[in-house]
C-alpha cells in the first residue's frame, strides 16, 4: 500500500504528579488515534516506537498489538487509546510505525511521525506539533 488510507493522531502530555525531576524521571502519556478512511478494514498487529531523550538515552520497543488489543478497524472506523513512557530528561522525541494487515491478507507499514515530549517544569504546559 503505497498511499495508505491509516491516518495518525498523536497527542503527547506530561505527567508531573507521576515524575520526579530531582531523580532525572519525567513521566509522560500520549494518546494516538488510528483512523480508517479506506475501504478496506484493516487489523494492527504490531507496534515499533523509538523514543529518544534529550541526555541521549534512547529506548526501542516492540511488540504485538497495542493495550493487549490488536484492534480491527472497518473503514471510517478510528481507534484510540492511551500509553506512556518514561524519560531520563525533561524532553525527548518518539517515532515509530504500526504493522497492519487487510482483510485480504495484505501487509503494510503505517509510519508515526515524530513527536515531542516535552516537561510542563516552568508552570506553564508546553505543547508543540510537528509537521
Same mark, same amino acid.
Given at each position: 500500500? !503505497?498511499?495508505?488510507? %491509516?491516518? %495518525? @493522531? $498523536?497527542?503527547?502530555?506530561?505527567?508531573?504528579? #507521576?515524575?520526579?525531576?530531582?531523580?532525572?524521571?519525567?513521566?509522560?502519556?500520549?494518546? %494516538?488515534?488510528?483512523?480508517?478512511? /479506506?475501504?478496506?478494514?484493516? #487489523?494492527? +498487529?504490531? *507496534? =515499533?516506537?523509538? %523514543?529518544?531523550?534529550?541526555?541521549? =538515552?534512547? @529506548?526501542?520497543?516492540?511488540?504485538?498489538?497495542? +493495550?493487549? #488489543? @490488536?484492534?480491527?478497524?472497518?473503514?471510517?472506523?478510528?481507534? *484510540?487509546?492511551? !500509553?506512556?513512557? *518514561?524519560? #531520563?530528561?525533561?524532553? /525527548?522525541?518518539? =517515532? /515509530? !510505525?504500526?504493522?497492519? $494487515?487487510?482483510?485480504?491478507?495484505?501487509?503494510?507499514?503505517?509510519?508515526?511521525?515524530?513527536?515531542?515530549?516535552?516537561?510542563? $517544569?516552568? /508552570?506553564?504546559? $508546553? !505543547? *508543540?506539533?510537528? =509537521?
Amino acid at each position: 500500500m !503505497s498511499d495508505s488510507p %491509516i491516518s %495518525i @493522531q $498523536v497527542e503527547p502530555r506530561f505527567l508531573a504528579d #507521576q515524575s520526579s525531576p530531582e531523580d532525572n524521571v519525567y513521566t509522560f502519556a500520549y494518546t %494516538i488515534t488510528v483512523s480508517n478512511a /479506506g475501504d478496506v478494514p484493516a #487489523q494492527l +498487529i504490531a *507496534r =515499533h516506537w523509538v %523514543i529518544n531523550d534529550a541526555s541521549g =538515552h534512547a @529506548q526501542e520497543v516492540k511488540g504485538l498489538g497495542v +493495550i493487549g #488489543q @490488536q484492534p480491527l478497524l472497518a473503514p471510517g472506523e478510528s481507534f *484510540r487509546y492511551t !500509553s506512556g513512557c *518514561r524519560l #531520563q530528561a525533561p524532553s /525527548g522525541t518518539m =517515532h /515509530g !510505525s504500526f504493522f497492519m $494487515v487487510t482483510e485480504a491478507g495484505e501487509r503494510f507499514d503505517v509510519t508515526v511521525p515524530m513527536f515531542v515530549l516535552e516537561a510542563d $517544569v516552568g /508552570g506553564a504546559p $508546553v !505543547s *508543540r506539533v510537528l =509537521h
